[in-house]
C-alpha cells in the first residue's frame, strides 16, 4: 500500500529482566499502514512499542524515522508520535476536557482548543467534557486517552491494546479514528490481543516467549 518507508526498525535486540524478548528484528511501515503485535504475553509486544517510544534502550539495532535515526534527534522523533499505553496517563482530579488541552499543552501545541471539539465528537465524549476523570468508569477513560491521540495530529501512533474495557460501540468509533488516521497518511503500531479488524492493518507475530 505505501509507496516510500518513514519508519523503519532494524536488527532491533531487545532484554527485559535479562532475558532476550526481541532477538534482531527488522520491519519498516509507509503512510497509510498499521502494523497489528500479537502473541503470548511476555512476547515482547510492550517492549517493542517502548522501545518505538524511547522509553527503554535496546540492546542493538536502529529505528529511523524518515530515514534518519530517532536517537540523534529525539526531541523530534517524540513530537511525531503519541503514545497510548496500559495505564491512561490522565490526571483524575481534572475534567476530560481540562486533562486534554493540558496533553497539548505540555506538546507546545497553541491550538488545543480548535482540535478540542473534534476529538470529543470521535469518541463520543462531549457529554463527559466537564466530569471530573475519577469519576468515570474505566471505558471512558480509556476513550479519554484515545481522544488524546487524535487531539494530537501527529503521524506515528503507539498503541498498547487500544482496545481494552471498550464497549462495541467504543470499539467502532476507535477504529473510525484509526482508519481516518490511516486515509489522512499517518501510521501506527498496535500490540493487541483481539483482531483489531482493520484492512489495512499488517500482523507481526512475536510469538511464544
Same mark, same amino acid.
Given at each position: 500500500m505505501a509507496s516510500q518507508i518513514l519508519l523503519e526498525v532494524a536488527d532491533l535486540t531487545c532484554r527485559r529482566g535479562g532475558r532476550k524478548v526481541l532477538d534482531h528484528l527488522s520491519f519498516s511501515l509507509?503512510?497509510?499502514?498499521?502494523?497489528?503485535?500479537?502473541?503470548?504475553?511476555?512476547?515482547?509486544? &510492550? &517492549?517493542?512499542?517502548?522501545a518505538l517510544a524511547l522509553l527503554m534502550r535496546?540492546?542493538?539495532g536502529t529505528v529511523r524515522w524518515q530515514g534518519g535515526d530517532v536517537c540523534a534527534d529525539p526531541d523530534h522523533?517524540?513530537?511525531?508520535?503519541?503514545?497510548?499505553?496500559?495505564?491512561?496517563?490522565?490526571?483524575?482530579?481534572?475534567?476530560?476536557?481540562?486533562?486534554?488541552?493540558? %496533553?497539548?499543552?505540555l506538546r507546545g501545541t497553541r491550538r488545543g482548543e480548535d482540535r478540542l471539539d473534534t476529538a470529543l465528537t470521535a469518541l463520543d465524549l462531549a457529554p463527559l467534557a466537564t466530569r471530573p476523570v475519577r469519576t468515570l468508569s474505566t471505558g471512558q477513560?480509556?476513550?479519554?486517552?484515545?481522544?488524546?491521540?487524535?487531539?494530537?495530529?501527529?503521524?506515528?501512533w503507539l498503541l498498547?491494546?487500544?482496545l481494552n474495557a471498550l464497549d462495541a460501540p467504543?470499539?467502532?468509533?476507535?477504529?473510525?479514528?484509526?482508519?481516518?488516521?490511516l486515509i489522512a497518511g499517518g501510521l501506527a503500531v498496535a %500490540? &493487541?490481543?483481539?483482531?483489531?479488524?482493520?484492512?489495512?492493518?499488517? &500482523?507481526?507475530?512475536?510469538?511464544?516467549?
Open positions: 509507509g503512510p497509510g499502514e498499521l502494523l497489528a503485535l500479537v502473541g503470548r504475553n511476555g512476547s515482547g509486544k &510492550t &517492549t517493542l512499542l517502548r535496546p540492546d542493538s522523533w517524540r513530537s511525531q508520535l503519541a503514545w497510548l499505553g496500559h495505564l491512561d496517563g490522565l490526571k483524575a482530579d481534572l475534567s476530560v476536557r481540562e486533562n486534554l488541552l493540558a %496533553a497539548q499543552a477513560r480509556r476513550r479519554s486517552a484515545l481522544a488524546r491521540m487524535i487531539m494530537a495530529q501527529v503521524p506515528v498498547d491494546e487500544p467504543s470499539q467502532h468509533a476507535f477504529r473510525a479514528a484509526l482508519d481516518g488516521h %500490540a &493487541t490481543h483481539v483482531n483489531l479488524d482493520m484492512p489495512a492493518a499488517r &500482523t507481526l507475530d512475536l510469538g511464544v516467549p
